[in-house]
């Protein structure tokens, strides 16, 4: 018996010149301005998308490594999600926008009022992607950086801040009285009084209550404390596993453990998988692209090791290709889980070669060793993690329409024919879509 999912779409490089390099931008689509967005939006709102996420960096790096970050355009420039959102929301209906936020960059009462005006403005439909990235802080202050785990406790003295702010409003609050002349009764206004580890703020908030609910917690966070954090404030967790049932369900466990012990019910937490498939026309077409991946050259290495470089902000383009990646290159900056994603399931004395060349192949999506194939197939392996009690899928890329189609165009069709992707939208905006199913 097939259920319905909940579909959503990463921006995976933030709002940048995402896609630089390939020869579809001769599109002559112009990253720093919205129609390119707001093309690509539309087209997930027919396709029956929940929402778009916007990543987000607002940092460059440190000094040493910025040309690592911008040569490419993997790690940079990036405009400010949370101001293309309006032009999001004016060209769609329901499709929910979710900028990526840090705590670190708003104070809670900035913070509280500019979502509360976008939830209003939106027609309640306002995500916020929660990321406690620390070293970006010293662009936003000169205190000293937050550890791991502070930095999450940091998000959510912020996150109960806004919320805080947002029900300073009590019930009955807004009157919109036109016979008596009273447009709101200012005694069951809370004067918020906040003195906490991180901010200080005083309330009530200067903006009206939601009718259709809060913005959404969305967060993507996999360590112990970033579940915890999930558990107890997220509407969306973004999940990085490996597809297989057993990591999938245990996941899920974790998380739901999580909201538990923080009070709330499992399925309040919807998890989004990431995924960034690459689909083809016929399975003789995803066999052939598999096989030509196996044996990369040179070049192809040098491309991933361009990515690499920029994401760990540690240039690992100079390396001998042929002797064993030494890990004292990385900095203190450069977390574990990075290098181990990096390294993966090598032994130490493997040739840098090696551990760059598994990022270079390509698998199949039919015996679970990557995301290549048809639409069909990659339709059966959402349906499968449905039956494994998944709540949805995020799919990865950036946001030409030429990308979008290429991934979509196929696809929708099978996912609604066999019930697993929405033929429409409730009212209510993000959350009420959400909680749909
Ligand atoms: C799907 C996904 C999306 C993410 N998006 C962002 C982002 O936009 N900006 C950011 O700074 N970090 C992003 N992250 C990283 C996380 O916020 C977090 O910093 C990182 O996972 C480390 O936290 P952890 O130790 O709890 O995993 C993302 C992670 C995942 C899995």
């Known amino acids: 018996m097939t259920r319905p999912q909940h579909f959503g779409w990463f921006l995976a490089r933030g709002f940048g010149p995402h896609g630089w390099g390939h020869p579809y931008l001769r599109w002559n689509h112009r990253w720093t301005e919205p129609g390119l967005y707001q093309d690509s ?23 040493e490594t910025i040309d690592l970050r911008v040569r490419h355009a993997f790690g940079g420039p990036k405009h400010d999600p949370l101001l293309l959102a309006p032009y999001l929301f004016a060209a769609t209906r329901h499709l929910g926008v979710v900028p990526t936020v840090n705590p670190a960059a708003y104070l809670p009462y900035t913070a509280a009022r500019q979502f509360a005006t976008l939830q209003h403005l939106s027609g309640h439909r306002l995500g916020l992607n929660v990321v ?49 002349g009273v447009y709101a009764d200012g005694n ?34 996999g360590s112990g404390r970033g579940l915890a954090f999930a558990g107890r404030n997220s509407d969306v967790q973004l ?15 974790r998380i739901h453990a999580a909201a538990e012990a923080a009070g709330r019910a499992p399925s309040d937490v919807k998890i989004l998988f990431a995924i960034q498939p690459v689909l083809v026309s016929s399975p003789e077409e995803a066999d052939r692209l598999v096989a030509a991946s196996a044996h990369p050259d040179d070049a192809a290495l040098l491309t991933i ?22 890990r004292a290159i990385f900095g203190e900056h450069v977390s574990e889980g990075s290098i181990r994603r990096l390294v993966g399931k090598h ?30 197939e990659f339709a059966d392996r959402i349906e499968e993690l449905g039956e494994w009690g998944n709540d949805g899928v995020l799919l990865w890329g950036d946001l030409h329409p030429v990308t979008v189609h290429r991934l979509l165009d196929d696809l929708v ?25």
């Open 41 to 63: 939006a539309r087209t997930l709102e027919q396709a029956g998308f929940d929402l778009l996420i916007i990543e987000d960096a607002p940092s460059l790096g440190s000094a």
């Open 132 to 180: 406690t990235d620390t070293g970006s802080a010293r662009h936003f202050s000169t205190a000293p950086q937050l550890g791991h785990d502070a930095a999450y406790d940091r998000a959510e003295e912020w996150v109960d801040g806004l919320r805080s702010l947002w029900r300073s409003w009590g019930d009955g609050a807004l009157v919109e009285d036109e016979e008596t």
């Open 188 to 221: 069951l206004l809370t004067a918020t009084s906040h003195r906490g580890e991180y901010f200080g703020f005083d309330g009530p908030l200067n903006a009206v209550p939601f009718t259709d609910g809060e913005p959404a917690i969305v967060s993507p966070g």
């Open 239 to 253: 999940a990085l596993a490996p597809l297989d049932e057993q990591s999938i369900r245990a996941y899920r466990r």
């Open 305 to 326: 090791a361009c990515k690499q470089s920029s994401d760990l902000e540690t240039d690992l383009t100079g390396l001998d290709l042929d002797r064993p990646l030494d």
């Open 347 to 376: 032994e130490p004395d493997a040739p840098l070669r090696a551990i760059l060349a598994s990022h270079a192949r390509l698998g199949r999506l039919t015996d679970g060793s990557g995301f290549v194939g048809t639409a069909s």
């Open 413 to 437: 069709p099978i996912l609604r024919r066999r019930g697993i992707l929405r033929e429409e939208y409730v009212d209510g905006g993000l959350g009420a879509n959400l909680r749909a199913f």
